[in-house]
């Protein structure tokens, strides 16, 4: 918006405010435009943030008697850390399973004709599409004793008894990484189609091998999307609730549980806040981490 | 590509014979390439020249071994390369859009190339070095391919595809995105390098007089054939074909006759309403014909003659040293004559139109059609 209004205005002397008024006027003016959605925001996002921050710093279940027992409790059990450790790295584990799985398959999409691509989507995105229960309870399907997998591997004679693959976090990783997918792909995806295909070409011209262009130029090239794949995967899996639960069962606990037994089974809400506020904060450590390595990744691309 | 790239980077690499024997290229049921033969001599400058869509980019991709044809052969000093997979060819190829590493410096993208071949240290410096001194990007080392002007970055593409010591060099539209000044250097510039180097080239180009200036030989191509391949100054004065003829230069269809042929000098009733002599062969007597003449194989006149038709005179505009003089013979046919600016005369006088003395215009068979004519 400013760029056009500023192609209007070549920094002359042909209006009656001077520059800085009518940028000044312009900005209001943008303000307005982005005001709904900052009340929006505002209203739904930030008041109940702050009002579990208020919450935290009450000692009682009751939110009678304010005192920093609650973060006191929380921080002083080691069982917590452990919950807030293995809540990470369940994220971290799925962010490498889905760019292990994902990144070959965006590149295999790149190879393909406009038809199949389509097709290869609309695969992609079709977790999406499903409710996250179905999704879960297809999974529970899929790994029983009973399930798809441990059946195909006794036919097969890989396996003389069934695997524990339910609540099990490998179980849940694997599942995690079919439902979080598209959050990897579609970034991926759209990044790479924008990439020049007559890079590919020029540096085969130039004598690289496949596993060289793609090294030094395919994967750097695709960074912005392959970081923004893993910032979503990360945030989505690590506040899975229903998958970690389902799938995982209650012997795997990760925070999202823990919040929800603090808050809705003992009611003990200044605890579930500082659980929930440590969830917030843990991730967007590592996303904000994250982030910078993307964003130190793609010095091409601005600034 | 160790064995055709020469290790000693001192000596000019000695030019290579690249021949293209029968070649076809399909996407899919369309022929994109449809048995295009060129034989290119050793340090010679051929330039692809055709209308849109014609296979020249194709062509090119088949030779760098970015796509493979579906039938003919590539050869590069009596050798084939077909096997050859891209990376093991040493062609260079700069492309239209110059397909920069936008994530690289320059220096790095001129180094590209010789890390893949496995040289490291100081040997890669210095030949880098050398190549930017060569473009004339010295001091643009650091910069990444973002904060280059296109005539820059054309040049980093240059110094990245020779820094390799290919054996061909392809240049696909490398000028088109350049405005004229710069371009014009850039064509000295590329012929420069290419004669230094004695690098075998093709040149991809749209643009006739850059195929005029740059090329030592031009192939026009049409609908994926190769119309005619010779010296610029023969395309220009002795076209084979029509399309040719239309589209290098601007040319004067003029419809006629042959009315009788005498040894080598066929007489021709031209529509517009004269008779010519002319040198012709293969033309029998009776046949239609199209006359095709340069405009400045034109010249106006006061009197009428009798190898000179009346006209109406149109528009006349200066460009440059000359006048271009639009006018129209009997029937409408539009002319174009092309003189120079030296007659103050009033051009309404001038009504008669006529072949120059040593004017040499080419005769087509008329085939098309002669009713609708
Ligand atoms: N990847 C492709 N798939 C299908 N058809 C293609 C493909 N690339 C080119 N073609 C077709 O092949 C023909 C030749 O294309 P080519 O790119 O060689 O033309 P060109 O002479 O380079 O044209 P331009 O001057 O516009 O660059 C065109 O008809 C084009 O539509
Ligand atoms: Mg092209």
């Given at each position: 918006m400013s760029i056009t209004t500023a192609a209007h205005d070549p920094s002359g002397p042909s209006g009656h405010l001077p520059s800085f008024a009518r940028e000044a006027r312009l900005r209001l003016a943008e303000w307005q435009l982005a005001l709904p959605l900052s009340l929006a925001f505002a209203a739904l996002f930030l008041a109940p943030l702050l009002l579990l921050v208020a919450t935290s710093f009450f000692n009682d279940d009751k939110i009678t008697q304010p005192g920093f027992a609650s973060w006191a409790k929380f921080f002083g059990d080691p069982f917590n850390y452990k919950v807030i450790f293995d809540t990470l790295l369940l994220g971290l584990k799925t962010v490498?399973?889905?760019v292990v799985v994902g990144y070959p398959l965006a590149l295999v999409y790149m190879d393909l004709s406009?038809?199949?691509?389509?097709?290869?989507?609309?695969?992609?995105?079709?977790?999406?599409?499903?409710?996250?229960v179905v999704r879960t309870f297809a999974w529970i399907v899929v790994l029983g004793r009973e399930g798809v997998v441990n059946q195909t591997l006794l036919w097969l004679g890989l396996i003389s008894e069934p695997l524990r693959l339910l609540q099990t976090e490998l179980g849940l990783v694997i599942s995690l990484t079919q439902i979080e997918m598209p959050l990897m792909l579609l970034p991926l995806i759209s990044v790479m189609s924008r990439l020049d295909p007559n890079l590919r070409d020029a540096s085969a011209a130039l004598g690289a091998s496949r596993w060289r262009t793609l090294f030094t130029v395919i994967v750097p090239l695709s960074m912005p999307g392959l970081v923004a794949g893993c910032l979503l995967v990360f945030a989505s899996s690590t506040t899975a609730f229903i998958s970690q639960t389902v799938i995982g069962g209650v012997r795997?606990?990760?925070?999202?549980?823990?919040?929800?037994?603090?808050?809705?089974?003992?009611y003990n809400w200044p605890l579930a806040a500082v659980a929930s506020l440590s969830l917030v904060v843990s991730v967007l450590t590592v996303i904000a981490a994250l982030s910078y390595l993307g964003r130190r990744s793609s010095r091409h691309l601005h600034g | 590509m160790?064995?055709?790239?020469?290790?000693?980077?001192?000596?000019?690499?000695?030019?290579?014979t690249l021949d293209v024997?029968?070649?076809?290229?399909?996407?899919?049921?369309?022929?994109?390439?449809?048995?295009?033969?060129?034989?290119i001599e050793p340090g010679e400058v051929v330039a692809l020249l055709g209308p849109s869509g014609c296979g020249k980019t194709t062509l090119l991709r088949v030779i760098a071994?970015?796509?493979?044809?579906?039938?003919?052969?590539?050869?590069?000093d009596g050798t084939g390369i077909d096997h050859l997979p891209a990376n093991q060819r040493n062609v260079g190829i700069v492309f239209q859009n110059y397909a920069l590493f936008p994530h690289m410096t320059v220096t790095e993208?001129?180094?590209?190339?010789?890390?893949?071949?496995?040289?490291?240290?100081?040997?890669v410096d210095q030949r880098v070095e050398r190549m930017l001194d060569m473009v004339q990007l010295g001091a643009f080392r650091e910069r990444l391919p973002r904060q280059l002007s296109g005539g820059q970055q054309q040049r980093v593409a240059l110094a990245r595809a020779l820094a390799v010591e290919p054996s061909i060099l392809l240049l696909d539209e490398p000028f088109a995105a350049l405005d004229r000044n710069l371009r014009l250097d850039m064509q000295i510039e590329v012929k420069r390098l290419q004669r230094q180097l004695g690098l075998t080239t093709i040149l991809v180009t749209h643009d006739q007089d850059e195929a005029m200036s740059v090329a030592d030989r031009i192939a026009v191509m049409n609908k994926g054939t190769v119309e005619q391949f010779d010296t610029p100054v023969a395309i220009y004065d002795r076209p084979k074909t029509l399309f040719v003829n239309g589209f290098i230069g601007t040319t004067n269809l003029l419809p006629g006759k042959v009315m009788a042929v005498v040894g080598d000098t066929a007489t021709v009733a031209l529509d517009a309403g004269a008779t010519v002599r002319l040198p012709a062969q293969g033309i029998a007597a009776g046949s239609s014909v199209i006359l095709s003449v340069r405009p400045e194989q034109l010249v106006l006149s006061p009197v009428a003659t009798a190898d000179s038709w009346p006209i109406e005179p149109g528009l006349s505009l200066p460009l440059g040293s000359q006048l271009v003089h639009e006018a129209r013979a009997a029937g409408g046919t539009a002319l174009k004559i092309v003189e120079p600016r030296r007659r103050s005369a009033s051009e309404t006088q001038r009504r008669f139109c006529a072949l120059t003395p040593d004017a040499r215009p080419s005769l087509f068979p008329r085939s098309t059609h002669p009713a609708t004519e």
């Amino acid at each position: 918006m400013s760029i056009t209004t500023a192609a209007h205005d070549p920094s002359g002397p042909s209006g009656h405010l001077p520059s800085f008024a009518r940028e000044a006027r312009l900005r209001l003016a943008e303000w307005q435009l982005a005001l709904p959605l900052s009340l929006a925001f505002a209203a739904l996002f930030l008041a109940p943030l702050l009002l579990l921050v208020a919450t935290s710093f009450f000692n009682d279940d009751k939110i009678t008697q304010p005192g920093f027992a609650s973060w006191a409790k929380f921080f002083g059990d080691p069982f917590n850390y452990k919950v807030i450790f293995d809540t990470l790295l369940l994220g971290l584990k799925t962010v490498c399973a889905t760019v292990v799985v994902g990144y070959p398959l965006a590149l295999v999409y790149m190879d393909l004709s406009p038809r199949l691509q389509k097709v290869l989507l609309f695969i992609i995105v079709m977790p999406m599409l499903l409710s996250v229960v179905v999704r879960t309870f297809a999974w529970i399907v899929v790994l029983g004793r009973e399930g798809v997998v441990n059946q195909t591997l006794l036919w097969l004679g890989l396996i003389s008894e069934p695997l524990r693959l339910l609540q099990t976090e490998l179980g849940l990783v694997i599942s995690l990484t079919q439902i979080e997918m598209p959050l990897m792909l579609l970034p991926l995806i759209s990044v790479m189609s924008r990439l020049d295909p007559n890079l590919r070409d020029a540096s085969a011209a130039l004598g690289a091998s496949r596993w060289r262009t793609l090294f030094t130029v395919i994967v750097p090239l695709s960074m912005p999307g392959l970081v923004a794949g893993c910032l979503l995967v990360f945030a989505s899996s690590t506040t899975a609730f229903i998958s970690q639960t389902v799938i995982g069962g209650v012997r795997l606990i990760y925070l999202p549980l823990l919040i929800w037994q603090q808050s809705l089974v003992v009611y003990n809400w200044p605890l579930a806040a500082v659980a929930s506020l440590s969830l917030v904060v843990s991730v967007l450590t590592v996303i904000a981490a994250l982030s910078y390595l993307g964003r130190r990744s793609s010095r091409h691309l601005h600034g | 590509m160790q064995a055709l790239a020469p290790a000693s980077p001192q000596v000019a690499p000695a030019g290579r014979t690249l021949d293209v024997d029968n070649l076809t290229v399909r996407y899919g049921s369309a022929v994109a390439v449809d048995g295009v033969s060129l034989a290119i001599e050793p340090g010679e400058v051929v330039a692809l020249l055709g209308p849109s869509g014609c296979g020249k980019t194709t062509l090119l991709r088949v030779i760098a071994g970015f796509v493979r044809q579906a039938g003919g052969r590539v050869l590069v000093d009596g050798t084939g390369i077909d096997h050859l997979p891209a990376n093991q060819r040493n062609v260079g190829i700069v492309f239209q859009n110059y397909a920069l590493f936008p994530h690289m410096t320059v220096t790095e993208n001129v180094a590209y190339g010789l890390r893949a071949r496995g040289q490291r240290g100081a040997a890669v410096d210095q030949r880098v070095e050398r190549m930017l001194d060569m473009v004339q990007l010295g001091a643009f080392r650091e910069r990444l391919p973002r904060q280059l002007s296109g005539g820059q970055q054309q040049r980093v593409a240059l110094a990245r595809a020779l820094a390799v010591e290919p054996s061909i060099l392809l240049l696909d539209e490398p000028f088109a995105a350049l405005d004229r000044n710069l371009r014009l250097d850039m064509q000295i510039e590329v012929k420069r390098l290419q004669r230094q180097l004695g690098l075998t080239t093709i040149l991809v180009t749209h643009d006739q007089d850059e195929a005029m200036s740059v090329a030592d030989r031009i192939a026009v191509m049409n609908k994926g054939t190769v119309e005619q391949f010779d010296t610029p100054v023969a395309i220009y004065d002795r076209p084979k074909t029509l399309f040719v003829n239309g589209f290098i230069g601007t040319t004067n269809l003029l419809p006629g006759k042959v009315m009788a042929v005498v040894g080598d000098t066929a007489t021709v009733a031209l529509d517009a309403g004269a008779t010519v002599r002319l040198p012709a062969q293969g033309i029998a007597a009776g046949s239609s014909v199209i006359l095709s003449v340069r405009p400045e194989q034109l010249v106006l006149s006061p009197v009428a003659t009798a190898d000179s038709w009346p006209i109406e005179p149109g528009l006349s505009l200066p460009l440059g040293s000359q006048l271009v003089h639009e006018a129209r013979a009997a029937g409408g046919t539009a002319l174009k004559i092309v003189e120079p600016r030296r007659r103050s005369a009033s051009e309404t006088q001038r009504r008669f139109c006529a072949l120059t003395p040593d004017a040499r215009p080419s005769l087509f068979p008329r085939s098309t059609h002669p009713a609708t004519e």
